[in-house]
């Protein structure tokens, strides 16, 4: 056989095979477009698109099937979106001007708990340190001490060191007269919620817890629980009593003082105590029949506030894995183990203020 005749029968099978190349894709496109067909689904490998295997022909010229793709498992499920990670904003235009409807009537009635917020209408009220402008006295950065109310600050002798910082957060049953030494005199920044300062009232006057702190660089953060904090945060803005719930009164609220004024309150943003619950403290709990009961506890709120507020943070009295060594309280006129509830996660809380320690985040006080 001559070389132009090899030529021409190579030729030819190289066409025949590319012919039946054509007809078999051809046959199974037709065979997805087909009337009443669903195309089956192929899976994808992780990070890179399908691969599909092409025809293989034997060296008798033979065309192959192609190697089917072999099923892969299908992936485990995602962790469901965190609740309340998508947060509401009221940044749209009505659509009407309608001077009688909802909106507009709703001021006057029992709901109307945004007017208690309508009282926070100053800067300070939005900034938790408010006045570094003067307090800062040309330092770079903001150093706060947030303190507890754990007993591992009993015999500590941490008061001056706490006192000396720039901003000094306490929370709900902060008894100061006569501990001074171990946790200072000083308060900034007080956070409770209404429910949190009134059991104090009940649990601690005996150990001489009177009241939030009152001084003339104190300012108090509520935490909403309920409407009763609203309720009591208007009543003492206005200077009015509480009109109903569980604190109504003839008088104004006196306990923070009876001169006090409205740049001193503020109030967490219910959105970032779930932020907190997400994203920090996301207890196992939620996955229980008391979801609905849990929250981070008042003190773990005010760290991580304080977390997101300053440039240094020195946290004092708060659950180290020494804990049972410890009374429930530095004020704890006798021994009592710490408690735990459903509605916190102590223990959570706990190991997240190691790792914050360990990562250089905060610098938390322990027992040698």
């Known amino acids: 056989m001559t070389a132009d005749g090899v030529r021409s029968r190579l030729g030819m099978s190289f066409l025949g095979i590319c012919g039946m190349l054509l007809l078999y894709i051809l046959f199974f496109s037709l065979e997805d477009q087909r009337p009443g067909h669903t195309p089956q689904p192929r899976p994808l490998s992780q990070g890179h698109p399908p691969q599909p295997h092409p025809p293989t022909v034997?060296?008798?010229?033979?065309?192959?099937?192609p190697t089917p793709d072999l099923p892969k498992p299908p992936p485990p499920p995602s962790e469901p979106p965190f609740i309340g990670d998508h947060y509401a904003q009221d940044d749209l235009e009505p659509l009407s001007n309608c001077s009688t409807?909802?909106?507009q009537r709703i001021m006057g009635t029992v709901f109307a708990l945004e007017a208690s917020l309508a009282a926070l209408n100053s800067s300070a009220s939005r900034r938790m340190c408010d006045d570094w402008a003067t307090r800062g006295r040309g330092s770079a950065c903001i150093r706060c001490a947030v303190v507890g109310?754990?007993?591992?600050?009993?015999?500590?002798r941490r008061g001056q060191e706490i006192d000396q910082h720039h901003y000094v957060f306490r929370t709900n049953g902060a008894?100061?007269?006569?501990?001074?030494?171990?946790?200072g005199s000083r308060t900034s920044l007080y956070t409770f919620s209404t429910n949190?300062?009134?059991?104090?009232?009940?649990?601690?006057?005996?150990?001489?817890?009177?009241?939030?702190?009152?001084?003339?660089?104190?300012?108090?953060?509520f935490l909403p629980d309920h409407d009763r904090d609203y309720l009591l945060l208007r009543a003492a803005v206005t200077h009015q009593p509480v009109d109903r719930g569980p604190e109504r009164s003839k008088r104004p609220?006196?306990?923070?003082?009876?001169?006090?004024?409205?740049?001193?309150?503020?109030?967490?943003?219910?959105?970032?105590?779930?932020?907190?619950?997400?994203?920090?403290l996301r207890s196992s709990v939620?996955?229980?029949?008391?979801?609905?009961?849990?929250r981070p506890s008042t003190g773990a709120v005010m760290l991580l506030a304080a977390l997101?507020?300053?440039?240094?943070?020195s946290a004092y009295g708060f659950m180290t894995p020494d804990y049972r060594k410890y009374s429930d309280h530095y004020y704890d006129n006798q021994f009592r183990p710490v408690g735990f509830f459903i509605n916190h996660d102590l223990r959570l809380e706990m190991s997240l203020w190691q790792q914050l320690h360990q990562a250089g985040l905060i610098r938390l006080y322990m027992r040698p």
């Open 58 to 65: 034997s060296f008798g010229g033979t065309l192959k099937p």
């Open 101 to 103: 409807g909802i909106w």
């Open 149 to 156: 109310n754990g007993g591992i600050l009993r015999g500590s």
């Open 175 to 183: 008894v100061i007269e006569g501990f001074e030494e171990d946790v």
């Open 196 to 221: 949190t300062m009134r059991n104090s009232l009940v649990s601690y006057a005996s150990v001489g817890y009177t009241g939030p702190p009152i001084s003339e660089e104190t300012r108090y953060v």
């Open 253 to 280: 609220p006196t306990y923070f003082g009876e001169h006090v004024t409205a740049q001193k309150f503020k109030m967490y943003h219910p959105d970032f105590i779930r932020y907190l619950r997400n994203r920090f």
């Open 286 to 294: 939620l996955k229980t029949q008391y979801r609905d009961i849990y």
């Open 308 to 313: 997101h507020t300053c440039d240094q943070v």
